[in-house]
């Protein structure tokens, strides 16, 4: 733990002194949520919501979930920096396994998301949105599990590229249709099928729906219920850093720059 917790300190310091990380992150998603909001506020209707400024509450628990999306992003990426610097060498070869490596570089990474998009749940009472103490906790809830699931999810994308070119291919390629599918930007309700079943099938779509619930944004019939996006947000966070885990376990440089570690320390 304290090799995580060295690794956790580390990315909170480096994102304090590069405080364009922040514009970076939060500008472009709250850009798109007023652009995109005020488009589709007159035209887009929701069962139950009202009128007029209806697609800005719908839209917004997206945005938040951007927010750590692109914070989860600008945080994984550093993997690539430090490989480049040699500092990830030197952590390979640390006695540290491999499980806290990643749980170090994640822990750090979710608390940044979660710091900034928490920060946009103070847009709340401006919206209207009637929160109250334990929705608000479990609008949290929802965003530290999503804030895991993200950055370790980028953590293992990150770890087996060798340049920033490619991660944000990759970054374009995989995680902004999940994000387009999750429901953030538009109901299931109007999908056609197939469209539909890729929504059912991706993971954060439930941790989206779980933050409408508890922000109660707007209540929609098709929505996955409390518990069911809850756990299926869960088990997303539990894999992703798992998975990041194992990629890093097992990826060619670890076992040869551990020996080399051990040889040199022989």
Not at 17 to 27: C, E, K, N, T
Not at 121 to 144: M, Q, W, Y
Not at 166 to 180: C, E, K, Q
Request: no cysteine; net charge positive; charged share 10%.
């Amino acid at each position: 733990m304290r090799a995580a917790w060295a690794l956790a300190r580390r990315e909170v310091i480096r994102f304090v002194r590069q405080p364009s990380r922040i514009v970076g992150a939060l500008l472009p998603p709250l850009l798109a949520w007023v652009l995109i909001g005020a488009g589709f506020a007159g035209s887009f209707r929701i069962s139950g919501a009202a009128p007029g400024g209806s697609y800005f509450t719908y839209f917004f628990p997206g945005t938040v979930v951007l927010v750590i999306l692109f914070a989860s992003i600008f945080a994984t990426i550093s993997v690539i920096e430090d490989r480049r610097e040699g500092f990830l060498q030197g952590v390979v070869v640390s006695p540290a396994p491999p499980l806290a490596v990643a749980a170090g570089k994640v822990l750090g990474g979710s608390i940044l998301a979660l710091v900034q998009g928490g920060a946009l749940l103070l847009l709340v009472p401006a919206l209207g949105l009637a929160v109250r103490g334990p929705e608000l906790a479990l609008s949290i809830a929802v965003l530290v599990l999503l804030s895991f699931a993200l950055t370790g999810l980028g953590l293992a994308i990150a770890w087996s590229l060798e340049s920033t070119q490619g991660f944000h291919a990759i970054m374009n390629l995989f995680l902004f249709p999940m994000w387009f599918l999750s429901g953030a930007f538009f109901p299931a309700s109007g999908a056609p099928a197939w469209l539909r079943a890729a929504m059912a099938v991706n993971p954060l779509t439930y941790g989206v729906a779980a933050l409408r619930n508890g922000l109660s944004a707007v209540t929609h019939p098709e929505l996955p219920s409390l518990p069911l996006s809850l756990a299926m947000t869960a088990a997303f966070a539990v894999a992703m850093v798992g998975l990041s885990a194992a990629v890093i376990a097992r990826s060619p440089a670890g076992p040869e720059a551990r020996a080399l570690g051990r040889g040199k320390s022989g």
